[in-house]
Nanobody, 126 residues
Framework: QVQLVESGGGLVQAGGSLRLSCAAS????????MGWFRQAPRKEREFVGM????????YYADSVKGRFTISRDNAKSTVYLQMNSLRPEDTAVYYC???????????????????WGQGTQVTVSS
């Protein structure tokens, strides 16, 4: 089992940048596919992006493609979400999640991830 803790959220102006971190406590971090999700007030949790176990491949939602970058450092048991060109509609609580049994069909769904962090608030002002 793995415990996840997000950090790095805050308030930024539109067009600004922010980097979120997700630290994992488990010793098998490299065995997990890692995903990022976000949830705005009164909205469903939505997929942001994911990264494979060794970091070779990433996949992003169309809404953030070209602006957000996911990376991971397995030696530090940490996954990152670099967010550039932020927009007010990016305002949400951001969650990292870990999956041990993901498929192409479930990698963009919250049901594909077994473990979740507590979330970190990102607010983008106009």
């Amino acid at each position: 089992q793995v415990q996840l803790v997000e950090s790095g959220g805050g308030l930024v102006q539109a067009g600004g940048s922010l980097r979120l971190s997700c630290a994992a406590s488990g010793r098998t971090f490299s065995s997990y596919v890692m995903g990022w999700f976000r949830q705005a007030p009164r909205k469903e949790r939505e997929f942001v992006g994911m990264i494979t176990r060794s970091g070779e491949t990433t996949y992003y939602a169309d809404s953030v493609k070209g602006r957000f970058t996911i990376s991971r450092d397995n030696a530090k048991s940490t996954v990152y979400l670099q967010m550039n060109s932020l927009r007010p509609e990016d305002t949400a609580v951001y969650y990292c999640a870990a999956s041990v049994s993901i498929t192409k069909l479930t990698m963009t769904s919250k049901s594909g991830y077994a473990y979740w962090g507590q979330g970190t608030q990102v607010t983008v002002s106009s």
